[in-house]
């Protein structure tokens, strides 16, 4: 039992033992230290491992089963922690070279694993990079093909330039000869429309100078003359002498004034043979007003409508007096019929705003402008659009006929006026001459005379004859003229000014005469059927009547 325990007592190795070993070890060495030879005769000697001194103390004092007990332990920490410095009571633990080795192919499949995509990478790049190459082959030749037949093209363009400046001339030839030709034509269905007018009236004339000879039993040339005088001169609505002898030798003065609206009146226009004047307001509704019944005059409004979703820009009577068309800011046109309570018979729409309409003296026919730059003629049996006029560059403010005629005249923003052959839609005359936009125009009931106005209170007079150049000028500015009459002679201009005056102006000696009234901007103005009296309405309400 006891050489048992001998041999089991080297087995516990503990940290005290091992120091106390060390020390042991100690002066041994510094006794060699100090029997060393000369430096002369020094081997150098390579430093031991930590895991070899401790194998071999340990099998020099017997300790087997401990020296197998620490190579498990330090082989196993070393292989649970390939990839740490271990430290341990300050001493540096290095890994053996199998370790090592294991820990370098672990990162050397790392490394492999993390190329293999990149390459892959790397192959299609290459790939995309060849692809684009062959891209930008492709297109440098494609547009060094574009290049060289650009500029065989500008070359034709150059040269086809050269043949057109070699056309113009004739071109221009052309241009006035077919404008003259057009105008020619003008003139001539103006003399024959006011022909066949004069014997139409003239029948009636005879007609009603029989019933009444009939009537006075067959004497009295007397009383034949008075109606064959009322009808002379062009057929419109004059009244023969009272036409021929309409002065303006006293100066008007305001009569009364109607409250006509509470918002600004856009525009007035005159029944053909009554005396009632309708209104179109930003009210969104029309009205009709007495001016006159049995000698007295009166304000009374006689009927009203209302339909439209946005603001009135404009109205006009039917030739027979039965109708009102009415434009609006919601892009329709209105037609309504007194007959049936002054409801709306018609609807005619567009995409843009409408800003004035005008009949035909036969009635069957409407034309109206818009903002889109155009100006449409309805046929209002038929409901249909017949005519789409497109040659202004701005919005078309103003459209008329002219006096019992098939042409058409317009102005525009565009500093222009056109006039058009209805029956053929084309523009026969241009007038140019405003530097600013235009307004209004109208024409004369009689002769060939029209007037135009702008944005800076210019008043052109024109003769359809020669539209190259305005006949005479009349300033009225510096504030706007919105809208030109003239009186049934045409003697006589009436100008609505934005400074809140009513400019009269003698057509033959150009003098004008002011009527202050309003007390803001004056849009719309109209002759009575004798032309002694001026109508205005303004941005005010107010309907003021001038005799």
């Keep these: 039992m006891s050489v048992r325990r001998t041999e089991r007592a080297p087995e516990v190795f503990s940290e005290e033992a091992f120091e106390e070993m060390l020390m042991a070890a100690a002066p041994a060495t510094a006794v060699s230290r100090n029997l060393r030879p000369s430096k002369q005769q020094i081997v150098p000697k390579i430093p031991e491992a930590v895991d070899d001194f401790l194998r071999?103390?340990?099998?020099?004092?017997g300790l087997g089963r401990t020296m197998i007990s620490f190579e498990k332990e330090w082989y196993g920490s070393a292989q649970k922690l390939m990839t740490q410095t271990l430290w341990r009571a300050g001493v540096l633990l290095v890994p053996d070279a199998l370790t090592h080795r294991q820990l370098v192919q672990a990162q050397l499949d790392t490394v492999h694993r993390d190329t293999d995509p990149l390459r892959q990478e790397v192959l299609h790049a290459g790939e995309r990079l060849l692809r684009t190459q062959r891209e930008r082959d492709f297109y440098r030749l494609q547009y060094q093909r574009v290049a060289e037949h650009k500029s065989r093209l500008m070359e034709d363009l150059h040269q086809l330039k050269k043949h057109l400046q070699s056309y113009r001339p004739a071109l221009r030839?052309?241009?006035?000869?077919?404008?003259?030709?057009?105008?020619?034509?003008?003139?001539?269905?103006?003399?024959?429309?006011?022909?066949q007018n004069s014997k139409a009236l003239n029948q009636q004339d005879s007609q009603i100078k029989k019933e009444r000879s009939i009537k006075s039993g067959g004497t009295g040339p007397q009383d034949t003359e008075a109606p064959h005088s009322e009808h002379t001169g062009v057929p419109t609505?004059?009244?023969?002498?009272?036409?021929?002898?309409?002065?303006?030798?006293?100066?008007?003065?305001?009569s009364y004034s109607i409250r006509a609206h509470k918002l600004p009146i856009s525009c007035i226009h005159l029944h053909p043979r009554k005396l009632i004047v309708a209104s179109a307001s930003d009210d969104c509704s029309w009205r009709l007003w007495l001016l006159q019944?049995?000698?007295?005059?009166?304000?009374?409004?006689?009927?009203?409508?209302?339909?439209?979703?946005?603001?009135?820009?404009?109205?006009?009577?039917?030739?027979?007096g039965g109708k009102l068309a009415t434009t609006s800011g919601d892009s329709t046109v209105r037609l309504w019929d007194f007959s049936c309570g002054?409801?709306?018979?018609?609807?005619?729409?567009?995409?843009?705003?409408?800003?004035?309409?005008?009949?035909?003296?036969?009635?069957?026919?409407?034309?109206?402008?818009?903002?889109?730059?155009?100006?449409?003629?309805?046929?209002?049996?038929?409901?249909?659009?017949?005519?789409?006029?497109?040659?202004?560059?701005?919005s078309v403010n103003?459209?008329?006929?002219?006096?019992?005629?098939?042409?058409?005249?317009?102005?525009?923003?565009?500093?222009?006026?056109?006039?058009?052959?209805?029956?053929?839609?084309?523009?026969?005359?241009?007038?140019?001459?405003?530097?600013h936009p235009c307004n209004h125009s109208t024409c004369s009931m009689v002769g060939h005379t029209v007037a135009s106005c702008d944005s800076c209170g210019i008043i052109n007079l024109w003769d359809i004859r020669k539209p190259a150049?305005?006949?005479?000028?009349?300033?009225?500015?510096?504030?706007?003229?919105?809208?030109?009459?003239?009186?049934?002679?045409?003697?006589?201009?009436?100008?609505?000014?934005?400074?809140?005056?009513?400019?009269?102006?003698?057509?033959?000696s150009l003098v004008s005469s002011s009527l202050p009234g309003h007390r803001d901007s004056v849009q719309s103005v109209a002759f009575d059927h004798r032309g002694r009296a001026v109508l205005s309405a303004g941005s005010d309400g107010l309907i003021n009547v001038w005799a």
């Design 56 to 61: 071999n103390v340990l099998q020099r004092a």
């Design 237 to 254: 609505c004059s009244r023969g002498p009272e036409t021929e002898h309409e002065t303006m030798e006293t100066p008007l003065s305001l």
């Design 342 to 394: 002054g409801g709306c018979v018609l609807t005619l729409s567009h995409s843009r705003p409408t800003w004035g309409c005008c009949f035909h003296s036969c009635g069957h026919f409407l034309a109206s402008c818009y903002a889109d730059r155009t100006a449409r003629l309805w046929d209002l049996s038929s409901q249909r659009c017949t005519l789409t006029l497109r040659r202004h560059t701005a």
């Design 293 to 320: 019944a049995h000698g007295e005059k009166v304000g009374q409004m006689v009927l009203t409508g209302e339909g439209h979703s946005d603001w009135l820009s404009g109205c006009s009577f039917h030739p027979d």
């Design 173 to 195: 030839r052309l241009e006035d000869t077919i404008q003259e030709a057009l105008r020619k034509k003008m003139l001539l269905s103006l003399k024959k429309d006011r022909v």
């Design 469 to 508: 150049v305005s006949m005479a000028t009349v300033d009225a500015g510096p504030r706007a003229a919105n809208q030109v009459a003239f009186s049934p002679s045409g003697r006589t201009l009436a100008v609505a000014c934005s400074d809140g005056l009513v400019r009269v102006v003698e057509v033959d």
């Design 398 to 435: 103003s459209v008329c006929f002219l006096p019992f005629s098939d042409l058409l005249l317009t102005c525009s923003a565009d500093k222009t006026l056109a006039l058009w052959d209805a029956r053929l839609g084309v523009c026969t005359a241009i007038f140019q001459g405003h530097q």
